[in-house]
């Protein structure tokens, strides 16, 4: 059973579209993260949260948005989809004191 | 904040060569430099760190190479296999304090010829 999952696994959808990508992990960690992964500009952070009450801004954080639900759910929101949000998204998870990060399988998100 | 730059971009390496990845970083808060791994169709995971106390960390065919004083590290992997071609990322820690996520390279993508 993955630890992180991460829903739905692909999407396509329209420009100025609202979409939500979900993460849901069972490993019982706080710190969630929200990245963006583009060819040949590797791993962005868009926003992360160390726990229910915090959340962050990463490198590229405009026109997306989060909300911690509890300690096991973080989910990205778009409000209004434009082409250039095409990527690959993962959510990681990480433990205080250990600075390891947990991967996600990704979501693959495509705006027309 | 933190820049890190990562070469090559891509690597073809023979079975039993070894390949060598590059990482440099600007300024950093913390010491913590891990190299992620990436398979197709799946996150990264994490492969081996170093907390730069030492200036070499060895996991099996995988070896860390840091030098504080020129701001850069690198990955060695000896005896590469074709199970060994992926994508990978170094990564470093935010070049100020109060922060605690990770800044990526671009990634390099390898490929193991048997």
């Known amino acids: 059973d993955a630890d992180v999952t991460q829903t739905p696994r692909n999407r396509i959808t329209k420009t100025g579209k609202r979409i939500m990508l979900e993460c849901s992990q069972t490993?019982?960690?706080?710190?969630m993260y929200w990245y963006r992964q583009d060819p040949g500009l590797g791993l962005r952070l868009i926003y992360y949260?160390?726990?229910?009450?915090?959340?962050n801004k990463g490198e590229i954080s405009d026109g997306y948005s989060v909300s911690r639900q509890a300690q096991a759910k973080f989910s990205l929101s778009l409000e209004s989809a434009i082409p250039n949000q095409t990527a690959l998204y993962f959510c990681?998870?990480?433990?205080?004191?250990?600075?390891?990060?947990?991967f996600g399988p990704g979501t693959r998100l495509t705006v027309l | 904040q933190q820049q890190v730059k990562q070469s090559p971009q891509s690597l073809i390496v023979q079975k039993g060569g070894i390949s060598i990845i590059n990482c440099a970083y600007e300024n950093t808060a913390f010491d913590y430099f891990p190299w992620y791994q990436q398979f197709p169709g799946k996150g990264p995971a994490l492969l081996i760190a170093?907390?730069?106390?030492?200036s070499e960390k060895k996991e099996g065919r995988f070896t860390i190479s840091f030098n504080k004083s020129a701001k850069q590290f690198s990955l060695h992997i000896m005896d590469s296999q074709p199970g060994d071609s992926a994508t990978y990322f170094c990564a470093a820690p935010p070049g100020q304090t109060g922060a605690n996520n990770l800044f990526f390279g671009t990634g390099t993508r390898l490929t193991v010829i048997p």
């Open positions: 490993k019982g960690h706080d710190r």
């Open positions: 990681a998870t990480g433990f205080p004191g250990t600075d390891t990060q947990y």
């Open positions: 170093i907390r730069p106390d030492v």
């Open positions: 949260s160390f726990d229910v009450k915090d959340i």
